[in-house]
């Protein structure tokens, strides 16, 4: 194979060369997946830009609230950091079952978010989070959120222009409880077969709000509006848990394909939710 | 008897050289102004191939051989058994493996621009999957002899219709396993170099037997064998999957056309599309027991995918057969199978060697009939278990060390064992999702080839100059320790230190032929070449001392590494004393060690049956998540009876790597061939157990020395791959309530089952 390699330290820089219009480039940042699709002859890039250097993108920051993760920022990171794990624990959760611990050093948060498999770890729990795409290009900053950012199997609406600089999302506050739970073939180096991340806001006992998402079991990460709305009011007594779940794994939509079958990912769906949320109930 | 190396824990020979990188496998080697091969294979699983154009790709700047059909000057075969594989295809192609054309070229992205501009037209023909396609009346033949591989029926014992008849419990079950990879480190793979001055081949590769891919290189090239040299070893991983033809032929090929260095190592997509499987099987089981649990009648049947090509797929079926019984006395027995020929993935040897597939479902059936007895499984094995002396199930008499008894007293008296119960109500107080359950399970793996195939070994022993030991074997060393373990069995024979000892190996040059790698054969056979090679050796030894010391031979003694005097043991001589006195003189000290396995007294012909097996049980705790389905095995112990252990450390290895490749067969691994596709090309779509998914593992051995082998010993190089499979089903069983009768036993067929009650 053969290619042009090009590497950059900023940001600016970055975007200057992605300015030119290039179809066959291809960014490179942790290279997990990108290398392993190069090798295995299933894409061939006429030219990789490396922004693995480019410092500004690998930090964890935190204002008014607001949670900022450059697109660089590794998934090991992510699941070792102390502000996260306080302000987004599901993205925590999901970021530490990633491959292994020598993918979790390598890939990027911005590169789970780019690649845009259902099964992509992070994104679930982003979902819940209520994250935002930071895209920036010469034209400027755009700022998408997360659920229209995916729009298929490994398609997002970034352009070949624009970077993914950063994600946003706001901290989980004192009321929200979450959590993100996945079943893969095996305990490590496992692509999610279905996966579940949730955040509850409890209140006086009560759920105030509550956000669902489910990988792995359709096109995209999707939500569960029914099971959400549905939870909205109620107290986490066994039985609004028993229904949620079933509810959650009538709205999961998955096929069946070499890694399980749509029966069993549909009722792993609600039953990774029934677990989650029985455990929140018992910690509260 | 005390020994100073047998019985003890001796550091790998091979260990700090393959721990520091400085052991060159064959894959490691890069002689200068190597081109690189790539094969082409076939696009469709079974196709006429009605036009193959070469012209472009050979026009390709950089490419220095195109090579077809038209190029093999010899057999277009190869097969250890019947050589119907083809070296490259002529007209036919039977399944995605199957290879068409070779390409060397300076490097390798030359190479595979190279595959891309050959262009063959095929004419598709109806792809058969399973052997119940492959048998129907008006399947389409895969091999114009029809698509009946092999079949197999072991004369009848007594009569089975009759026993179950009158048995009291009469259990019937099908299992279903699947195709297994291999997965070794090291892909097959290898370097080929053509001496234009000598006109020799060499050929580098992974292998588990140099003498024989020399041969089938000679019947392809119609060369001499002595024109070519094969070095085998060491191999990075071989598992049974490399005692077949792979790179050999093609790499002869290719270094003889060009004149150059060639290397071809296959991806790991190639190695899991074209290299050989566990065969997938259907066995069919009907077992009749009293009321006592005395074991009446087993009737066996065994249907197996073989592939499209023979290799060794007959004696994989025989040895199923003969294991399918266990290690257990029936008075009326009956086993028939059958292999055909398919254009799935193709069938092969595979460590276990056809025991995996039915031990996973007997075991389970003895399970039941515990259960249904009120019985403990380990006192109904014991109550059935065969002795030294007795016949067995299949009808012959085992005279040599049978220590199934030994196992399950071992097994029983394990705390695992004993205080199951308390230990899984522990357990479950601690996790709210899961059951958890502990399984048992036994099995015999036969040693050796079995009656009628060629079954010894040569080994050479010199003594050099200073007294320094080389011992010379054509075996491999694959990663399973061998080398110490002769180095140990020669150290202690010829009472020397080891580490004067030097052992080359696996060369057809440097060695002598020593038999294949195979079959749990090794240590057996060529411990007892060694042992062979020293009693010659020793009077040698004393006829050059005494000329040197002046003293008759009968007063000389060897001993200690030494040869002394009777009546002075303060005159002695070294072995470097001897060696420099046969130098002087213009002798070497070189013998050559013979051994023959020993057969058994009867012969049901292809090999059939064994004389020799290493006994095992082994019992698994498992812990089962009953919303998901998945299962965790937490502890497995090993407890193999292998005559005598040569090296602790190595039999404890075999063991746990066993282990760790049963769990991944009963729980992950899958080879998914639909159509003729394969599904499972990567290690991200067939499951391999990582190291946070195995066990906390025990091995106990148990020792019962067979007075015809090593030191006592035979072999445990397979044996404990096998029972862990059902021992890690009845354990589910015994935490959950459900029968498997299929693997993998993955979460979604757990909880198919636990829907179904």
Redesign the interface.
């Known amino acids: 194979?053969?290619f042009n390699y090009q590497r950059v330290n900023t940001v600016s820089e970055a975007l200057e060369a992605l300015s030119g219009n290039n179809e066959t480039r291809k960014i490179l940042a942790g290279g997990t997946d990108l290398l392993v699709m190069i090798q295995?002859h299933l894409i061939s890039p006429g030219e990789l830009l490396d922004i693995s250097g480019i410092e500004e993108l690998k930090e964890i920051g935190e204002d008014d609230g607001m949670i900022r993760l450059g697109a660089l920022v590794t998934h090991g990171r992510i699941a070792d950091s102390p502000l996260l794990r306080e302000k987004a624990l599901p993205l925590v959760e999901s970021c530490g079952e990633v491959g292994?611990p020598q993918i979790r050093n390598l890939g990027t948060i911005g590169g789970n978010l780019v690649m845009a498999s259902p099964s992509g770890d992070s994104i679930p729990a982003l979902y819940v989070l209520g994250a935002e795409v930071i895209l920036a290009s010469n034209e400027g900053e755009r700022s998408i959120p997360i659920e229209e950012f995916l729009i298929g199997v490994k398609k997002s609406a970034i352009r070949s222009d624009e970077l993914l600089v950063a994600v946003i999302f706001p901290g989980m506050g004192a009321d929200d409880r979450g959590f993100f739970r996945k079943?893969g073939?095996?305990?490590?180096?496992a692509?999610s077969k279905v996966s579940t991340a949730a955040i509850v806001s409890l209140r006086d006992g009560v759920i105030a709000s509550a956000r669902i998402a489910l990988g792995a079991v359709a096109t995209t990460v999707i939500r569960t509006p029914r099971t959400e709305s549905f939870l909205v009011g109620q107290p986490l007594t066994p039985e609004v848990i028993s229904e949620a779940a079933r509810l959650c794994s009538e709205e999961s939509r998955a096929i069946t394909d070499?890694?399980?079958?749509a029966a069993?990912r549909d009722?792993?769906a609600g039953?990774l939710l029934s677990?989650g949320l029985a455990e929140i109930a018992e910690e509260n | 008897m005390k020994y100073k190396y047998v019985e003890k824990r001796i550091p790998r020979i091979d260990a700090r050289d393959k721990v520091t990188g400085k052991t060159l496998y064959s894959t490691d080697r890069y002689p200068e102004g190597m081109l690189r091969a790539r094969v082409l294979r076939s696009a469709l699983p079974h196709a006429k191939i009605i036009k193959l154009d070469v012209s472009k790709a050979r026009e390709l700047a950089g490419v220095e051989a195109v090579l077809t059909h038209e190029d093999v000057p010899g057999h277009n075969g190869f097969g250890i058994v019947t050589p119907n594989w083809p070296v490259l295809c002529v007209d036919r192609v039977k399944y995605r493996g199957d290879a068409i054309a070779l390409v060397a070229a300076v490097d390798e992205e030359t190479a595979e621009e190279a595959l891309s501009l050959i262009e063959v037209e095929y004419e598709p023909l109806p792809i058969i999957d399973s052997p119940e396609e492959s048998l129907s009346p008006d399947a389409p033949l895969i091999h114009e002899d029809g698509n009946i591989l092999h079949t197999m029926d072991i004369p009848p014992k007594g009569d089975v219709e009759k026993g179950l008849a009158e048995s009291e419990i009469v259990l019937e079950q099908t299992y279903k396993t699947q195709f297994m990879e291999h997965a070794y480190i090291e892909t097959e793979g290898g370097v080929g170099v053509y001496n234009e001055d000598d006109g020799v081949v060499t050929i580098w590769c992974g292998s588990q037997y140099a003498f024989r891919d020399q041969l089938q290189i000679a019947r392809s090239l119609d060369w001499e064998p002595e024109k070519i040299r094969v070095i085998g070893s060491p191999t990075g991983g071989a598992f049974g999957g490399k005692d077949e033809i792979s790179v050999q032929i093609h790499l002869a090929m290719l270094a003889i056309y060009t004149k150059k260095p060639v290397r071809l190592h296959w991806s790991r997509e190639e190695s899991i599309v074209a290299g050989p499987k566990r065969h997938a099987m259907t066995a069919s089981f009907r077992i009749g027991a009293g009321h006592d649990g005395v074991f009446r009648a087993i009737d066996v049947k065994v249907v197996a995918n073989g592939g499209a090509y023979d290799t060794i797929s007959g004696p994989v079926l025989n040895l199923a057969l003969e294991s399918s019984p266990g290690p257990y006395k029936y008075a009326d027995s009956r086993f028939k199978g059958i292999t055909a020929y398919t254009n799935n993935a193709m069938g092969g040897e595979f460590r276990g060697f056809g025991a995996p597939q039915v031990v996973f479902g007997v075991e389970q059936e003895l399970d039941k009939l515990a259960r249904k007895l009120q019985m403990d499984p380990i006192e109904l094995r014991l109550l059935n278990a065969v002795e030294e002396g007795d016949i067995s199930a299949i009808g012959h008499r085992l005279n040599t060390s049978a220590g199934i008894k030994e196992t399950l007293v071992a097994a029983a008296a394990t705390s695992l064992w004993k205080d199951r119960d308390e230990i899984k109500h522990k357990l479950s107080g601690e996790n709210r999702y899961r059951e958890y359950g502990i399984g048992v399970a036994s099995e015999w793996h036969a040693v050796g080839m079995g009656v009628g195939i060629p079954d010894f070994s040569n080994i050479i022993i010199e003594i050099g100059e200073g007294g320094a030991i080389t011992l010379r074997t054509g075996a491999i060393e694959m990663g399973q320790g061998n080398l110490t373990a002769y180095a140990q069995m020669l150290a202690e024979v010829l009472e020397c230190d080891i580490s004067a000892i030097d052992v080359i190996h696996g060369d057809t040059t440097a060695c002598p032929d020593s038999g294949s790698v195979t079959a749990s054969r090794s240590i057996l056979v060529n411990g007892n070449a060694i042992i062979d090679g020293v009693s010659i050796l020793k009077p040698i030894l004393i006829k050059i001392a005494s000329e040197k010391l002046g003293i008759p031979e009968d007063e000389l003694e060897y001993g200690d590494g030494r040869v002394f005097s009777r009546n002075d043991s303060g005159i002695a001589l070294t072995l470097a004393d001897i060696a420099d006195q046969a130098i002087s003189s213009s002798r070497s000290l070189k013998v050559t060690g013979h051994a023959v396995i020993a057969i058994s007294d009867k012969d049901f012909g292809d090999g059939l049956p064994h004389n020799y097996y290493t006994y095992i049980t082994q019992i698994a705790l498992v812990g089962v998540d009953t919303g998901t389905g998945e299962v965790e095995v937490i502890k497995v112990i090993s407890i193999p009876e292998m005559g005598r252990a040569i090296n602790i450390d190595g039999v404890e290895g075999q063991c746990e790597g066993s282990v760790v490749m049963g769990q991944g067969y009963t729980l992950y691994e899958n080879i998914i061939v639909e159509k003729g596709e394969f599904k499972t090309t990567s290690f991200s779509t067939y499951i391999l157990p990582t190291a946070l998914d195995v066990p906390e593992h025990e091995t106990i051995i148990v020792e019962k020395p067979e007075k015809t082998g090593p030191f006592g010993a035979k072999g445990v190089g397979e044996a404990p791959t096998v029972p862990i499979i059902p021992a890690i089903a009845n354990a589910i069983y015994d935490a959950v309530g459900i029968r498997l009768e299929k693997l993998p036993i993955t979460p979604e067929y757990v909880m198919e089952k636990l829907r179904e009650g």
């Open positions: 194979m053969k295995e292994s079943l073939q095996r305990k490590a180096l692509i070499i890694r399980s079958n069993y009722e792993m039953l677990r």
